[in-house]
């Protein structure tokens, strides 16, 4: 059996609505001018009380596995590099989210960049359906209800970015392509690298990983010697499934400290493993691909937000 280029890592936790499009979103035909034998893509189950559904399982393709954590804990990085060493790809893809879709191109172009790089990190931005972040809009009233109906009147997966229309971007990525991001949802590097790197800090052990991402991408882009590359028109697309990290400006009944919300709980956490308060990391990306359509409004709109801050920061 050939092994694949690139294995990707999807985390599990209580999301059974959402993984199977998320998988979905990963495979062809949705992924365009990408060979099947070039990915796998590795589930890990990650102890949900309500599992992936047998006949979902068992519908997905040969080079999909779905594999039970043993041992599970909050944190999803110990799947994440249980993952990454059961993986059989010279690339690995780490979804810490597994609620995360993804545009049709993201493959394609990251193939790319892999035939004319040696060791970057490929990036994405991340998206949240929805007109406001998720952190936001639940207390509007936005749930999987109002997600469903959105995907429907795009009429998913039949044009994949059409996702664009129906979201807006996460908070980690209010800049868009033209100021630094704190985090990926779906990024790419040699395995080696990721190896190298130490995967994911298991200290990290809040449940959902508090700032584990975050914390990852900032060492992972850290070395200047390795390329950091953004892609332009591909991006993740976060669904509703009433996660910690799409709750963290709120106070959580599931960590302990009431007093305090679950940002400040994560910060500390990260001070006391770091030393230091978490800092976004302040290193531009190159830029790759062309912008398509559904982007060009965007792209205006953050040169207008980053020239207002520019001015701010000058007076």
């Known amino acids: 059996m050939t092994s694949p280029l690139i294995s990707i890592i999807i985390i599990s936790y209580n999301m059974a609505r959402e993984i199977p499009r998320t998988v979905q979103s990963f495979l062809p035909p949705y992924q365009t001018q990408i060979n099947p034998k070039d990915i796998e893509i590795l589930v890990m189950e990650n102890g949900s009380s309500a599992p992936i559904a047998p006949h979902i399982v068992k519908s997905w393709p040969d080079n999909v596995r779905y594999v039970p954590v043993p041992h599970p804990a909050p944190s999803p990085a110990k799947a994440l590099n249980l993952g990454a060493?059961?993986?059989?790809?010279d690339w690995v893809c780490p979804v810490?989210?597994?609620a995360r879709m993804v545009s049709p191109g993201l493959l394609h172009n990251a193939k790319k960049l892999m035939n004319i790089h040696e060791d970057p990190v490929i990036a994405t931005l991340g998206w949240h359906l929805g007109d406001k972040p998720q952190q936001d809009n639940m207390a509007h009233g936005y749930n999987q209800t109002a997600e469903d109906a959105l995907l429907e009147s795009i009429n998913w997966p039949q044009d994949g970015y059409k996702l664009f229309d129906i979201s807006c971007l996460g908070k980690s990525a209010g800049g868009a392509w033209l100021k630094p991001i704190s985090e990926s949802n779906v990024l790419f590097m040699r395995k080696t690298t990721y190896q190298s790197l130490g995967g994911y800090d298991e200290a990290f052990d809040i449940p959902g990983g508090g700032l584990v991402n975050l914390d990852f991408f900032t060492r992972a882009i850290s070395d200047e010697?390795?390329?950091?590359?953004?892609?332009?028109?591909?991006a993740s697309f976060h669904q509703f499934h009433g996660g910690v990290s799409t709750s963290r400006n709120v106070r959580l009944p599931s960590l302990k400290d009431k007093s305090r919300t679950t940002w400040q709980i994560y910060d500390a956490q990260y001070q006391s493993l770091r030393g230091r308060p978490f800092k976004a990391p302040k290193r531009p990306p190159a830029l790759y691909g062309q912008l398509h359509p559904q982007l060009h409004r965007l792209l205006l709109l953050s040169a207008d937000i980053y020239n207002d801050m520019e001015t701010l920061s000058q007076n």
Do not use: C
């Open 85 to 89: 060493e059961l993986s059989m790809g």
């Open 96 to 98: 810490i989210d597994g």
């Open 225 to 234: 010697a390795r390329d950091y590359i953004l892609l332009m028109s591909e």
